[in-house]
């Protein structure tokens, strides 16, 4: 676990306690206004809005204001140092990626937000699974994805931005509690699957459109925290076996007529042809549940080498970090980071907190 600075753990302590706050309760609702500033600079100011009450106070859509910053040039720096500018972004897009509501009207278009924030930050080409556009079932997960074409000092690379579902996703709740006897967490895995084949579809649809050594940007809550973290191990182990396909493939331990041997053999074959670099790769996860494994545990031997692209935000007094039992020998992959030592600040203290003053 590292430590990080005081203005970072003030930007993602403020993130947890508004999201522990308000478990549960009907998703954000995010009216951004974009004000590009240059190339490669934009500033989006976010409205939240929850209807439900916190302690009998009902807050309005002014309580919960925040000023938060997206760059491209996040994304031409090493995804081995933690980026505290980009771990606030990473904390809005897994904020917005909730269901829009949890009504028949609302499950078409749960994605809503998700799809606003990333239009108003540059992001073209948006698209979201069908998982996203049902009511939420046990094993399904809601995925978006877009991309932009951005240059930062005079070089041109593409950013795919990945949204999952981490809020509102009602019957999904069981599919975080399936485990296995061996190998990863099963409904964690399962979720990584759809993730990684919409992913794969996407890359193959968007092709010609996509510059070498792209950037991947994946962010998520909770259940889609846990997704995230074994997505972007698969693509790490993806990109350091992509020069052999099939056994990157073999790796999965599950057998050729399985998704994910399927998905790691297509992934492997992007991966190779758009010469993938795990230093481009970005994955943020906010109270991420364990539900990785060590190498070759059960079978199961696609565990990169190099998962320190990885950072997950943890807060020592949530429990949802504590699933499943590490004495049952699940483990998150990346690095831990540890948000503060004891909750501090109130529903109603956030509100007259601006994101804003903690940037860097």
């Given at each position: 676990?590292?430590?990080?600075?005081?203005?970072?753990?003030a930007?993602?302590s403020?993130f947890?306690?508004?999201?522990?706050t308000?478990?549960?309760f009907?998703?954000?609702?995010?009216?951004?206004?974009?004000?590009?500033l240059?190339?490669?600079?934009v500033t989006?100011?976010?409205?939240?809005?929850?209807g439900?009450s916190?302690?009998?106070?009902t807050?309005?859509?002014?309580?919960?204001?925040?000023?938060f910053?997206y760059?491209?040039?996040y994304?031409?720096?090493?995804?081995h140092?933690y980026?505290?500018?980009?771990a606030?972004?990473?904390?809005?897009?897994?904020?917005?990626?909730?269901?829009?509501?949890d009504?028949?009207?609302?499950?078409?278009?749960g994605y809503?937000?998700?799809e606003?924030?990333?239009?108003?930050?540059?992001?073209?080409?948006?698209?979201?699974n069908e998982g996203y556009?049902i009511?939420?079932?046990?094993?399904?997960?809601?995925?978006?994805?877009?991309?932009?074409?951005?240059?930062?000092n005079?070089?041109r690379?593409?950013?795919?931005a990945?949204?999952v579902?981490g809020?509102n996703?009602?019957?999904?709740?069981?599919?975080?509690?399936?485990?296995?006897?061996s190998g990863?967490a099963?409904?964690?895995?399962?979720?990584r699957?759809?993730?990684?084949?919409?992913?794969n579809?996407y890359?193959?649809?968007?092709?010609?459109?996509i510059?070498?050594q792209p950037?991947?940007?994946?962010?998520?809550?909770?259940?889609?925290?846990?997704?995230?973290?074994?997505t972007?191990?698969?693509i790490?182990?993806?990109?350091?076996?992509?020069?052999?396909?099939?056994?990157?493939?073999?790796?999965t331990?599950?057998?050729?007529?399985s998704?994910?041997?399927?998905?790691?053999?297509?992934?492997?074959?992007?991966m190779?042809?758009?010469?993938?670099?795990?230093?481009?790769?970005?994955?943020y996860g906010?109270e991420?549940?364990?539900?990785?494994?060590k190498?070759?545990?059960?079978?199961f031997?696609a565990?990169?080498?190099d998962?320190?692209?990885?950072?997950?935000?943890?807060?020592s007094?949530d429990v949802?970090?504590m699933?499943?039992?590490?004495?049952?020998?699940?483990?998150r992959?990346?690095?831990?980071?540890?948000?503060?030592?004891?909750?501090?600040?109130?529903?109603?203290?956030?509100?007259?907190?601006?994101?804003?003053?903690?940037?860097?």
């Open positions: 676990m590292v430590a990080i600075s005081k203005t970072a753990k930007v993602l403020v947890v306690a508004i999201t522990l308000f478990w549960g009907s998703t954000t609702s995010i009216q951004a206004l974009a004000d590009t240059s190339a490669d600079t989006v100011q976010g409205t939240s809005s929850e439900d916190i302690d009998g106070v807050p309005t859509s002014n309580e919960l204001n925040a000023v910053h760059r491209d040039s994304f031409f720096q090493d995804s140092t980026n505290p500018s980009l606030t972004m990473s904390g809005n897009l897994a904020r917005a990626a909730y269901d829009i509501g009504t028949e009207a609302d499950f078409p278009i809503q937000n998700l606003t924030l990333l239009e108003d930050c540059g992001f073209t080409n948006f698209e979201a556009k009511k939420p079932e046990s094993d399904s997960i809601g995925v978006g994805i877009a991309m932009k074409n951005a240059t930062v005079g070089e690379r593409t950013i795919i990945i949204g579902r809020g996703y009602g019957a999904e709740w069981s599919g975080n509690t399936k485990l296995s006897d990863e099963q409904g964690f895995a399962t979720a699957d759809q993730v990684i084949a919409f992913l579809q890359l193959s649809a968007h092709e010609s459109e510059t070498e950037r991947i940007w994946i962010a998520g809550f909770s259940r889609a925290s846990a997704t995230s973290n074994l972007m191990n698969f790490n182990y993806a990109i350091e076996n992509c020069n052999n396909p099939v056994a990157a493939a073999q790796a331990g599950i057998g050729t007529a998704a994910a041997y399927s998905n790691m053999y297509t992934l492997a074959e992007h190779a042809r758009l010469k993938a670099n795990q230093s481009n790769m970005y994955c906010f991420v549940p364990a539900g990785g494994v190498k070759g545990e059960g079978g031997n565990v990169a080498d998962n320190g692209n990885i950072w997950n935000a943890i807060h007094e949802v970090p699933v499943a039992p590490s004495s049952w020998d699940f483990v992959y990346g690095t831990d980071v540890n948000l503060v030592e004891e909750t501090t600040i109130s529903g109603t203290e956030y509100s007259s907190v601006s994101l804003d003053a903690f940037y860097e």
